[in-house]
Structure formats: C-alpha cells, structure tokens
C-alpha cells in the first residue's frame, strides 16, 4: 500500500504526527499501511486501529506516572497476598473493597491490627488496583507524612503541601504508631484530614487503638475531632488476634532461633 502514496505525503504525514505527539501512531504507521493492503481494510477500520494504538499507549504511559507519583515503598499486590494466613481476617469484606468504590465515595479505610499483620501489603495492594483504575495516589509512612508537614512549616508553605496532598483521590498513610512526637503533629493532621473530609477517600493504618492516637500527636483532644472525621462513613478492617508475618509466616526463621523479644518497627 505504500508504494502508491507518494513519498512526500508519507514524510509529511511523519512530520506531522511527530509534531503532534503521536508517536504510537508514527511507530506503528508503516506496518497498519501493509496490514491494511493485505487485509483490504476500509479506511475507518484502518484509522481505528491507529488510534486505538496510540490509546492504549497514552493510557499505559498515564498509570506509569500515577505509579511513579504515588511512590509506593514496594511493589504488593492481591495476586501475592496469603489469605488463609490471617484467620481473624475478614476476607469478604477485604475483596468486597477492591472494587474501590470506597473511593469514589470519598469514604476513609482503616486498617487496624498489630504490627506485621499485612496491613501495608493490603493498603499498598488497594493503591496499585486504584492507579490502575486511574485514580491519583499518594503513599506516606505515618512517620514521613509528619515529618513532611511539619517541615513546611518552616517555610509557610504547609498550606500549599496540604492543599496539594488533599486533591489526591487516595491518601495512604501507613503506620500510625508510637513515635517522637511534635506539639505541632496533632494540628496539622487534623488540617489535612479536615480538607479531604468527604471530598476524598483516606487510608490509615496503625497498630495502635484509636484511643492511643491522640498520645503519638501530641493533642488528644484536637485528635477527637481528627478521629472523628476519619471514622465517619468510614470502612474497618479490623485483623484482631492477627499473627505476624515475619515471626510466624512461612519465611519466619525458626523459632528456636528468634530472639526471645521480637522488636517489630516496620510494617509487613
């Protein structure tokens, strides 16, 4: 077929499409012209399958950088999750979100069991399903968010940091634990939760009970109002009597040879 176009039409048209970005559709041109003078394609049915090329291109090159945004500390996914590990876990409930409607509904997701239970491998889990669905996604130790936020302070610009983090459609904060604390920490949570509060959907997941939260921010009683934010038509997965994954799961070493008081820091 393209021996019959002239060759200044076909260089023309290659300038063009590289001029409006469309590499997909450049990359592919030569081959879909001999495709369609094989196959005796019409010329809807020739353009359509350029442009579904340079789609699903664009489309791919979207979730990359959502994925890259969203800056996950691993890669899990529900692929590689155990579900017969965890007998307290509610399974059902578990899949039942991965439609992530929760999303968008703008409702909080807490995720709440003692350390090593596989909270982070879910919340990261629901992050990659949602990236892949074409949400925007930001990913932030509990421990870093704070530390993020209380470091704008310093140059007035944690209303922007808060406005920026507040348009994301998913805030994943991971790890709400104990921590050195700032009299600042309380405040400035509650301001970023208070600006996603039912127009954004918030994961957070913590080893502690909810009673313990106002004791790591540094205010108990600005963490009342914060709490109640994060539980108002909020979804819980509650992974009571869980077991810990690096202690008990099937890579643990042997019991024999761990020590006799596990100090467990870091989230499966």
């Known amino acids: ?12 048209l290659r300038r063009n499409l590289d001029r409006l970005k469309l590499r997909a559709v450049l990359t592919s041109l030569d081959e879909a012209l001999e495709q369609a003078a094989t196959l005796e394609q019409g010329y809807v049915t020739f353009l359509a399958g350029l442009v579904e090329k340079q789609v699903l291109e664009q489309a791919e090159n979207a979730t990359k950088r959502r994925m890259s945004l969203a800056k996950f500390p691993a890669e899990k996914t529900f692929d590689v999750f155990d579900w017969t590990f965890q007998p307290s876990l509610n399974i059902q409930l578990v899949k039942d979100l991965m439609n992530l409607q929760f999303i968008s509904q703008a409702r909080p997701l807490l995720l709440l069991g003692k350390a090593g239970t596989g909270k982070t491998h879910l919340s990261i889990a629901y992050g990659i399903l949602a990236v892949h669905a074409g949400y925007s996604v930001r990913f932030f130790s509990a421990s870093k968010l ?3 936020l209380y470091a704008a302070l310093a140059d007035n610009t944690a209303d922007k940091v808060i406005s920026r983090l507040a348009r994301m459609d998913l805030l994943i904060i991971d790890d709400l634990r104990h921590l050195p604390t700032r009299p600042e920490y309380g405040s400035l949570l509650f301001d970023l939760i208070d600006a996603r ?3 954004k959907s918030t994961m957070l997941s913590s080893n502690l009970s909810v009673k313990e939260w106002g004791k790591v921010l540094g205010a108990p009683a600005l963490t009342a109002s914060l709490v109640d934010r994060l539980m108002d038509r909020a979804h819980i997965i509650n992974i009571k009597r869980g077991k810990s994954y690096r202690t008990q799961g099937p890579e643990a070493p042997p019991e024999h040879e761990q020590p006799d008081c596990v100090i467990d820091s870091n989230e499966h």
């Open 1 to 12: 077929m393209t021996k019959d176009i002239p060759k200044s039409t076909l260089d023309e």
């Open 146 to 148: 704070l530390t993020h």
């Open 197 to 199: 509060h039912e127009r």
